[in-house]
């Protein structure tokens, strides 16, 4: 099975200030992987997505993450934060059967992310 | 609004029990997801449904089922409730499987007292 690592839990920057998010993953071919954000007492929004191409995937929001497969890392960025980036952010890789129907995902455990005024 | 329904939002019940919950995808999508969220476990996902078929397994309890109906709603049963399955469930859909985006509905928060 595949494994996603989320490094910290929490995150706390002030508004404007850089976001970084980290995203580790293993599994031995690339993947797809996902970024996705969950507001209080709301489901899971997708940001953005990596299948194929160009590694640098810019999401909604602002936000854009980098694929580096020599790193296995799909990291989260956003130049500058606002106050409603404040949200738990979850990566997710997914089967590895391109093309297929199984689509199962795998969440890390989340990064809550606090923006400062 | 991702298009994706479910029902109830919140459901409390007592352990022994059984309880379903119910999901509509986005019109068109033929996958549903069933993932649970606690905060012991994390999200995690339970199981695929693919046109009416069961397609993946996850860590699902021999205690929980699901199915895919004709109209491709689908359905999460979950019996002898103990307390640890209290979490918040979730249903997903997207139109196939692997890089499809999945849309989540907002959720059913199960409490098992």
């Known amino acids: 099975a595949q494994s996603v690592t989320q490094l910290g839990s929490h995150v706390s920057v002030s508004e404007g200030a850089l976001v970084l998010l980290r995203c580790n993953y293993s599994?031995?071919?690339?993947?797809?992987l996902f970024w996705y954000v969950q507001y209080p007492n709301q489901g899971l929004q997708l940001l953005l997505k990596?299948?194929?191409?160009?590694?640098l995937v810019k999401g909604i929001n602002g936000f854009e993450a980098e694929f580096k497969k020599s790193e296995t890392s799909f990291h989260l960025t956003k130049p500058s934060a606002h106050m409603s980036d404040a949200a738990e952010y979850f990566c997710?890789?997914?089967?590895?059967?391109?093309?297929?129907?199984?689509?199962?995902?795998?969440f890390g455990r989340g990064t809550q992310l606090t923006v400062w005024p | 609004d991702s298009g994706v329904t479910q029902t109830p939002k919140h459901l409390i019940t007592a352990t022994g029990q059984r309880v379903t919950l119910r999901c509509s995808p986005r019109s068109g999508d033929l996958s549903v997801y069933w993932y649970q969220q606690s905060l012991d476990q994390g999200l995690q996902f339970l199981i695929q449904?693919?046109?009416?078929?069961?397609?993946a397994k996850g860590n699902i309890l021999e205690r929980f089922s699901a199915q895919q109906f004709p109209d491709l709603h689908s359905e999460l049963n979950l019996s002898s409730l103990e307390l640890g399955d209290s979490a918040l469930y979730f249903c997903?859909?997207?139109?196939?499987?692997?890089?499809?985006?999945?849309?989540f509905g907002p959720g059913t928060r199960l409490t098992v007292l």
């Open positions: 599994s031995s071919v690339p993947p797809y």
């Open positions: 997903a859909s997207s139109v196939g499987g692997g890089a499809d985006t999945q849309y």
């Open positions: 997710a890789v997914s089967d590895l059967l391109r093309g297929s129907t199984l689509g199962r995902l795998y």
């Open positions: 990596y299948t194929t191409g160009a590694t």
């Open positions: 449904y693919y046109n009416g078929e069961e397609r």
